[in-house]
């Protein structure tokens, strides 16, 4: 645990990319391979479950300590996560007295020498204790590792068992470390890791060989993607090289056909097969050995419907036959990245569209069906076709190198997105509450209201679109201006107007204002516009009618 929380601070101590990965690749080098493992797993946000809640962790620290639940509450305001105000106030409590528990027993014995005991020890022996204790051995377990640690490593413990550790380097980052320390290859790296693993020194061995060329057939590739156009650069472009296709708002995924069994990879690498039986079903006609890349989009009668139609079957174990009658799902193939069990990444796009065509001329569904292509002379007829996108239900293109391979990640020069404008309303702040980490001592998290007659009704929250002055200069604006306080929400005077931008709109009934928009955040603060002028719930029903 020491080597670990170890890497964890020299991570956190720096912003220069170069100094992280070498801290990665030192870990990688010296470390344990069963440590190394389990290392990776943390570092790249496999552990989603939660051995104690963070609720119990608050608990067990007002049982031991002389704090008082208001002063935990408001030290929470300022810091804004658990993990760590309980890792800071522990400087403060006596836990001599604690009676050490060990990781054979949760009533037994004495975690000698803790911080030296390794990783993997912590993740397979001891931290899995908790989930089948008893309440009462659960906080002695607890409180005889915080009193065994020092605070950092209290931190990192913490953050392990509620399930939200975090460290400040991407898995780009910790795959370029890994690929330092042993000389394997970024890419190959990036699709060994692909999907989920199990933290095994067999696991490590076979993904840091350079001759293991066996996967799982489940096993997904690492997703191409788009880096956002710059206008100016590209007119200067030779458009023959380029084609263009619509840019869709779904779940980008892959569909997988291997060992006669169908995959379903979301490109957050979850595994959403059970949620897509139609897909699923679809693919049984395929051979073995294809991979196509492509989006999963509720449709009907030739048009795209909401994203809220899609959100109707995330996290669903089984979807039920009323759910996919109102929310018929449809894949939109764009790439073929592997066929008859060939890897063709390599070859370029016009090459994989190619043979993608072929495919699905020989395997048709109902449900599937291939990316349209569009071709553009100008750079005027470009922005023309960008210009239309809401017309067909998309939110705007992706213009591709026609000789572009597919690669990992984002790489400029190869695939641009080109999305159209945000549609935006002016709205009215009526409430506002602190952020989260860095941001907990600043009012960052904010509600916006539409006008209905003389009411305010909210309809938007948002937290991103605003400098570090202005969010500086609202936060003062805030707590000068609050009417009334709803625990951490505070309700402010009605006064200031901010221009929200959002990629679609859609009716809900889960809302006040029976809309939902898609990812909200500040365009700018209209400090020339008052409160009385900003928009009304009838335009945002308008502007909702011109999409269907």
């Known amino acids: 645990m020491q080597r670990f929380t170890q890497l964890f601070l020299d991570i956190d101590a ?58 935990f509450k408001d030290c929470y305001a300022q810091v804004g996560d658990s993990a760590e105000v309980i890792a800071l106030l522990l400087r403060d409590v006596d836990l001599s007295g604690q009676s050490p528990v060990s990781g054979e027993s949760p009533r037994r014995g004495a975690l000698l020498c803790a911080p030296t005991i390794p990783l993997h020890q912590w993740m397979e022996a001891i931290i899995p204790m908790a ?25 990192v413990l913490n953050k392990i068992l509620t399930g939200a550790f975090r460290v400040g380097a991407s ?7 890994l690929a330092a320390a042993t000389g394997v290859t970024e890419p190959v790296l990036a699709h060994r890791l692909m999907g989920d ?14 001759e293991a060329t066996q996967n799982s057939p489940s096993q997904p590739y690492p997703f191409f993607l788009a880096t956002s156009l710059d206008e100016a650069k590209f007119q200067g472009e030779d458009f023959s090289r380029w084609q263009a296709e619509w840019k869709w708002d779904g ?18 690498e979850d595994l959403v097969t059970p949620q897509f039986p139609e897909i699923e079903s679809m693919m049984e006609n395929f051979p073995n050995g294809v991979v196509m890349d492509g989006e999963i989009l509720c449709w009907q009668d030739g048009r795209p419907l909401s994203f809220n139609h899609l959100q109707k079957r995330l996290g669903r174990k089984k979807v039920s036959k009323k759910v996919m009658a109102d929310s018929p799902v449809h894949f939109i193939a764009y790439d073929l990245l592997e066929s008859g069990g060939v890897d063709l990444r390599e070859k370029p796009w016009g090459d994989r569209t190619h043979h993608l065509t072929t495919l699905l001329n020989l395997h048709t569904a109902p449900n599937l069906h291939q990316s349209t292509l569009l071709t553009f002379n100008t750079f005027e007829e470009l922005a023309a076709l960008r210009a239309s996108a809401r017309d067909h239900g998309a939110e705007g293109l992706v ?11 984002r790489k400029r020069g190869h695939w641009w997105k080109y999305k159209v404008d945000p549609m935006s309303l002016d709205a009215v702040l009526i409430y506002a509450q602190a952020g989260s980490g860095k941001r907990a001592n600043l009012f960052t998290d904010y509600t916006f209201a539409l006008w209905q007659g003389e009411t305010l009704v909210p309809f938007a929250k948002a937290y991103s679109g605003l400098d570090n002055a202005e969010i500086d200069a609202l936060d003062k604006w805030i707590r000068r201006h609050t009417t009334e306080r709803f625990g951490p929400v505070r309700s402010v005077e009605p006064l200031h107007v901010f221009e929200i931008g959002f990629e679609g709109i859609a009716e809900s009934t889960r809302h006040k204002s029976g809309i939902s928009v898609r990812f909200p955040r500040i365009l700018r603060w209209r400090k020339d516009k008052p409160a009385a002028e900003a928009d009304t719930l009838t335009a945002a029903q308008e502007l909702l009618a011109t999409l269907r």
């Open 251 to 268: 779940i980008r995924a892959q569909v997988i056909k291997r060992a006669d069994q169908v995959f379903i990879w979301s490109r957050g």
């Open 197 to 210: 693993f199990t933290p095994t020194v067999e696991f490590y061995a076979t993904l840091t060989s350079e």
């Open 171 to 177: 898995a780009k980052l910790v795959i370029k470390g």
């Open 399 to 409: 213009v591709k190198a026609i000789a572009s391979p597919y690669l990992v990640g």
């Open 131 to 155: 989930k089948a204790a008893t309440d009462d051995e659960r906080r002695d377990l607890v409180v005889s590792w915080w009193a065994a640690l020092d605070n950092t490593e209290i931190l």
């Open 14 to 71: 720096t912003t220069s990319t170069n100094e992280k990965v070498r801290s990665l690749q030192a870990y990688f080098q010296t470390a344990d391979p069963a440590d190394k493992v389990w290392a990776l797993y943390l570092l790249l946000g496999k552990t989603r479950r939660r051995t104690v809640t963070s609720r119990v962790l608050r608990d067990v620290f007002l049982q031991i300590s002389d704090i008082p639940e208001w002063l």
